[in-house]
């Protein structure tokens, strides 16, 4: 007999799992600013991410990470 998953669980797993997506997020942005202040922005793999890296626009997407992972909590 399986055992039922009960809604309170569910919401217990499911905010586990965002606590652990932004703290896995929030360490690749440090470790690619790390990375960046190293060795410079031509580094970056990313396209997308190389252009807010110059353009300045990384605090913005620092920010709303921040935002949207306390508000999902």
Request: hydrophobic share 55%; proline share 1%; no cysteine.
């Amino acid at each position: 007999m399986k055992a039922e998953i009960s809604n309170q669980d569910l919401k217990k797993s499911l905010k586990t799992q965002l606590i652990i997506l932004f703290a896995l997020n929030f360490f690749d942005l440090l470790a690619t600013v790390t990375w960046i202040y190293f060795f410079g922005v031509g580094i970056e793999g990313n396209p997308i991410a190389r252009v807010m890296f110059e353009t300045g626009d990384v605090v913005l997407y620092k920010t709303a990470i921040i935002m949207i992972a306390e508000w999902l909590l």
